[in-house]
């Protein structure tokens, strides 16, 4: 039976380090806020936030930790050590890391992460976060339960993509064999609605619920423009 639910909505309520509300231990009051507003599910970043999230809302979490490496440009969930964290650290449902393609850091391997959380807790369910096709068939064929459009216009092959890509989801829906996870891009409920119409199993919104900067970024720049600024 899986933890996140056919036509759940997803909030992602994460900060990393540089943004304004990172460090104040505030990301259970976003999921507390979320849920209040009909959220099935949380997206969530480090082990202190997702346990504190999970003490203060009783829904599913996506679990992530974002972590930056000198030899590679795969960040989230990217090595052994943040897997065995969320694994023995948090009780997070599901665990999503990064499936794009790209070398990981040390070396390691996609597979063995997979195999490793499959043997060390088989109950936890798994989250590919991918950009392009080929790299969702990938994940698809290591057995991800659920497969998300995280990367999409965020790698250099796909960068300049505009997000989000509807005919990709609905690509996605027709070829791969696990959920399809929509996320990415959705600022707006018009674009959320030809997002659905897509048929994704899910859908996740982060920035346009949890980011004030980025949300009151986008004001601006509406308001500079009008202003001829």
């Given amino acids: 039976m899986a933890y996140i639910k056919k036509g759940s909505l997803i909030i992602s309520c994460q900060a990393v380090e540089g943004e304004p509300l990172y460090g104040y231990n505030i990301m259970h009051l976003m999921a507390k806020a979320a849920k209040a507003g009909g959220a099935d599910g949380i997206r969530c970043n480090y082990v202190s936030d997702i346990n504190s999230i999970k003490k203060e809302v009783d829904l599913p979490t996506i679990g992530i930790i974002k972590a930056v490496y000198p030899d590679s440009d795969v960040y989230i969930t990217p090595t052994l050590k ?45 989250m590919a976060d991918i950009a392009d096709l080929e790299e969702a068939k990938n994940a698809d064929a290591l057995g991800f339960d659920y497969i998300g459009c995280t990367l999409r216009s965020y790698t250099a092959a796909t960068k300049g993509i505009a997000i989000p890509d509807y005919d990709f989801i609905h690509t996605l829906v027709e070829t791969v064999n696990a959920k399809v996870i929509a996320e990415g891009g959705i600022w707006e409920v018009g674009q959320l609605e030809k997002v659905w119409a897509a048929k994704p199993y899910a859908v996740v919104i982060g920035s346009a619920v949890t980011r004030p900067k980025d949300i009151t970024a986008r004001f601006r720049k509406v308001t500079d423009a009008a202003l001829g600024k």
């Avoid at 990064?98 to 390691?108: H, I």
């Fill in 82 to 126: 943040e897997v065995k964290a969320l694994l023995e650290e948090t009780d997070t449902e599901v665990v999503a890391l990064d499936a794009t393609l790209r070398n990981r850091p040390n070396g390691e391997k996609l597979e063995d992460l997979v195999s490793y959380i499959r043997k060390a807790k088989p109950q936890v369910e798994i």
